[in-house]
């Protein structure tokens, strides 16, 4: 069974830094495409940032392109969300998610979720 735990979310102010952290388990992790979605309150959840197993091929919405960074680290079986310049309209609840697939491309499904971690980022 695939077990996917964040941590790390909180509360800062805009302009501030914070890194999710998501620990995978039950799933061969090397061979994983990796995700970050985020749901804020009244909207539909959307995608974030995604990862190929290999680590070289990084994906990002435009809303965060070049403030966050996703990463992975396959020896703990670990992906990672940095996130910097952050923004109020950053607020939002945080998932990690898997494919059972090595690679990722726009649209592209993920069948495993965690539970989430909450940002807040005030004014």
């Known amino acids: 069974q695939v077990r996917l735990v964040e941590s790390g979310g909180g509360l800062v102010q805009a302009g501030g830094s914070l890194r999710l952290s998501c620990a995978a388990s039950?799933?061969?992790?090397?061979?994983?495409?990796m995700g970050w979605f985020r749901q804020a309150p009244g909207k539909e959840r959307e995608f974030v940032a995604a990862i190929n197993w290999s680590g070289l091929s990084t994906y990002y919405s435009d809303s965060v392109k070049g403030r966050f960074t996703i990463s992975r680290n396959d020896a703990e079986d670990t992906v990672y969300l940095h996130m910097s310049r952050l923004k109020p309209e950053d607020t939002a609840v945080y998932y990690c998610?898997?494919?059972?697939?090595?690679?990722?491309?726009?649209?592209?499904?993920?069948?495993?979720w965690g539970q989430g971690t909450q940002v807040t980022v005030s004014a």
């Open positions: 039950g799933l061969t992790f090397s061979s994983s495409a």
């Open positions: 998610a898997a494919r059972n697939d090595r690679v990722y491309y726009t649209g592209a499904k993920f069948g495993s």
